[in-house]
Nanobody
Framework: QVQLVESGGALVQAGGSLRLSCAAS????????MGWYRQAPGKQRELVAD???????NYADSVKGRFTISRDNAKNTVYLQMNSLKPEDTAVYYC?????????????WGQGTQVTVSS
């Protein structure tokens, strides 16, 4: 049993910064990759960044050089540091964690947090 709670979303002006947090609780030892998706109104949900259990990271081309994903296993938390924010970053951001099962992997989702970037 794993639960994810997100925080950090806000209204910010273009060029500003935010840090999103996603705290996991429960049976966290079986978690493999963690990451962040976002969904803007009228658009398909897209992967923003992910991080493996070993610390390897991947980013969407649109956020490379501006966003940084990290994880702190002591706090059971994954972060998304967002710098140089643009209006096109406006979306609901969802964190996830992949929990290993005997034959497959279950993806667990946070509740989402709103990020709004004004011009």
């Amino acid at each position: 049993q794993v639960q994810l709670v997100e925080s950090g979303g806000a209204l910010v002006q273009a060029g500003g910064s935010l840090r999103l947090s996603c705290a996991a609780s429960g049976s966290t030892l079986s978690i493999n990759a963690m990451g962040w998706y976002r969904q803007a109104p009228g658009k398909q949900r897209e992967l923003v960044a992910d991080i493996s259990s070993g610390g390897s990271t991947n980013y969407a081309d649109s956020v490379k050089g501006r966003f940084t994903i990290s994880r702190d296993n002591a706090k059971n938390t994954v972060y998304l540091q967002m710098n140089s924010l643009k209006p096109e970053d406006t979306a609901v951001y969802y964190c996830y964690a992949d929990k290993l099962r005997v034959l497959t992997t279950t993806r667990i989702w946070g509740q989402g947090t709103q990020v709004t970037v004004s011009s």
